[in-house]
């Protein structure tokens, strides 16, 4: 029985890895029935997971517990699919700007919690003598944050937008602020080189493991 399970689940794994290489040859029916079929699934996930760890606990349960408060999300998800009709769908809008704000909100908390006060952590952490100390070689240590410290602050020189307008109308920086803008845009170059080459090295190992099961079901259906 597991074999026969692991025979089947081999058999469509190797139809829509080929299904995806013949992009190789263009963009055929073949490829856009696996692009539909792997739309299809995920969606469906995650339609499942909303019903079965949103809508079922957050909802549903709260209601039949004749909880009053779960009232309000309720209403607002009912309000946003007035949406759909023009006349109507100023009602959603109380909703919508909620959404909004809330997520406006949880985004810029995120970035200054999860990327920035990190950021600033490690770039100022390596000048730090005890831990700098402690290290295998502290000055090779010391001498990487120095170069973490200054890539991060020319990287927002890079990013200086506050400058002024010439008589013709393009934008004017000091001399200083857009050498070192030049020189951030450098490290700018050189970081989404090496996260380029990480998506490819990515692709590159699935595309290999692929391949190697393809090549491993193969042998086993002529072995058998």
Known sequence: MSIGIEFISALIGLILTLLIFSYLIGDSPLFRIAVYLFIGVSSGYAAAVVWHYVLIPKLFQPLAALDPFALIPLVFGISLFTKFSPRISWIGNFAMAVL???????????????????????ATGAFDLSSAAGAV????????????????????????????????????????VEGLAWVGRIFIAITLGVLFAGVYMAALTAMIERLSSIINFISQLTGL
């Open 100 to 122: 909004v704000g809330v997520g406006a909100a949880a985004a810029i908390g995120g970035a200054l919690l999860g990327t920035l006060i990190p950021q600033f952590q490690a």
């Open 137 to 176: 070689n502290p000055a090779f240590a010391l001498l990487e944050g120095t170069v973490m410290f200054f890539g991060t602050v020319l990287t927002l020189a890079a990013f200086h937008f506050s400058a002024g307008r010439a008589a013709d109308g393009t934008p004017k920086r000091p001399r200083l």
